[in-house]
C-alpha cells in the first residue's frame, strides 16, 4: 500500500514512518513532486485538515492524509485554535505567540487548554478523521526550552513540568499528535494485513 503524508516537515513524516508495517509505503509532498505550501484556508482544524488531504487526492489521484494542530484554551473561548502558528501575526513566531497567550490571560484563574491533532484520511474513495487531544494548563511563565511552538507555557495533565521541560520521549508519548497518529497506524495497519 501506497500513501502520502500531505506534509514537508521531515521529522513528522519519520515519527510517522516508524510506526508503520513496512508493507505501507510512506511518501511525502517532496516525494511526489508537490513543492507547494497547500493553503490552509480552513475555519477548523478539521477543515485544514480535509484541504491538504484532498488537494493531493483529486491533484494527483493518490490516497492520503494530512494533519492539522491547535492549542485551544478555555478562557480564550477555543482561541488560537486553528490560527495556533500565526497567533501573533504572519510572521509566526513561537516567542510572540506565547507572550500573547501568557498578556490575555494575565490575572486568569482559569488556566485549563489542550492541545488536539485531527489527521484526516483518504483511502480508496472513502474518508476518514483520526483526534487526538492532550488536556492541561497554561502555566503564569515560561519554563524549559524543548520541543516547539507553545511546549514551555504548556502543562500536560499529571505532570509538574510543561512539554518545554520535560523530555521528548514523554511528550511524544502523551501528545496529541501521538494519540492521533497512533489510531491512523491501528486503522492502517488493519486495512493492510
Ligand atoms: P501544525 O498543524 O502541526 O503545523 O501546528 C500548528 C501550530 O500549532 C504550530 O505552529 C504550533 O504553534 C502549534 N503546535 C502544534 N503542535 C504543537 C506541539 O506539540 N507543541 C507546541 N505547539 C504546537
Redesign the pocket.
Known sequence: MKIVFATH?AN?LEEVRKLLPKEIQLLSLDDIGCSEDIP?TGKT?EE?AKIKADYVTQGYGLDCFS?????LVDALQGA?GVY????AGEQ?S?QG?MVKILSELNGNGNRNAY?K?VIHLNLQNHSYVFEGIVNGQITEEQHGSG?????PI?KPEGFEQT?GELPMET?NSI???ARAVQKLVDFLKNQSS
Open positions: 516537515n513528522k490552509e482544524l485544514n494533519d492539522d494542530t491547535g492549542l488560537p495556533s502558528a500565526r497567533y509566526k513561537a505567540n492541545f491533532t520541543g516547539f511552538g507553545y511546549d504548556f512539554f511528550k501528545s496529541h499528535r
